[in-house]
């Protein structure tokens, strides 16, 4: 279990998530999820860019860097999409659509994991 807090913002971007840091779950990440509650998500390390191919659900996607600041964030990314990738992520925090503006993530935010 993992939960994603924003420190910059003083927010939770996750309250109840999983971990993807093998090859399985990382390979797998939201495939087969049909609906994705607030507070819930998966971060997927380590991770440089996604795809949606085979999911059913759109997704807001945050790149985060090894010190743990937003590099780079996609809003609504849709099923079947591909983004790009980003050489300075070194893990991606899957949300359910909204996340980021509920949240006001931006780009510089610093971010905390908190691994149970």
């Not at 849709?78 to 992520?89: D, H, L, M, T, V």
Request: glycine content about 8%; aromatic content about 6%; charged content about 20%.
């Amino acid at each position: 279990m993992v939960r994603v807090e924003n420190v910059s913002r003083n927010s939770e971007v996750i309250s109840n998530g999983r971990m993807a840091n093998n090859s399985w779950t990382r390979l797998r990440g939201l495939i087969g999820v049909r609906d994705l509650p607030e507070g819930e998500g998966i971060v997927i390390e380590p991770c440089h860019g996604v795809h949606c191919m085979f999911m059913s659900i759109p997704i807001d996607v945050i790149y985060v860097n090894k010190q743990h600041q937003v590099v780079a964030i996609d809003k609504a990314m849709q099923p079947w999409a591909i983004g790009k990738i980003y050489r300075n992520s070194h893990y991606v925090v899957e949300v359910p659509v909204g996340t980021i503006e509920r949240t006001h993530t931006e780009v510089g935010d610093q971010l905390k994991l908190v691994v149970s």
